[in-house]
């Protein structure tokens, strides 16, 4: 399974951006696609995260509201709508992948690279 992400940048505060997140290879080991982010000195945390075949979704949250993860199975992609950012949700965001949802890493096998999210005025 390979993933990418795309979409990260620098907006100011209340602003929006989506990140979307590419992905390809064997469908059973990618049940699961969860968007993940860790800010510099602190732990990774879940941020969201959704069954592919259901649709079925969870946030954490602090985002709950402000943040949607959606998908499109014809592009074998999923996204991650951003809206009323704050400084607070800067930090490099990782999609991931696995057999099952957690809002923790272990279960997710496959990470995408990274991409930047800065919040700030």
């Known amino acids: 399974v390979q993933l990418a992400e795309s979409g990260g940048g620098s907006v100011q505060p209340g602003g929006s951006l989506r990140l979307s997140c590419a992905y390809s290879g064997y469908t059973y080991s990618r049940n699961c696609i969860g968007w993940f982010r860790q800010a510099a000195g602190k732990e990774r945390e879940a941020v969201a995260y959704?069954?592919?075949?259901?649709?079925?979704?969870y946030y954490t949250d602090s985002v709950k509201g402000r943040f949607t993860i959606s998908q499109d199975k014809a592009k074998n992609a999923v996204y991650l709508q951003m809206i009323g950012l704050k400084p607070e949700d800067s930090a490099m965001y990782y999609c991931?992948?696995?057999?099952?949802?957690?809002?923790?890493?272990?279960?997710?096998?496959?990470w995408g690279q990274g991409t930047q999210v800065t919040v700030s005025s």
């Open positions: 959704m069954y592919v075949t259901t649709g079925d979704s």
């Open positions: 991931a992948a696995g057999r099952v949802c957690a809002a923790h890493a272990v279960p997710y096998t496959y």
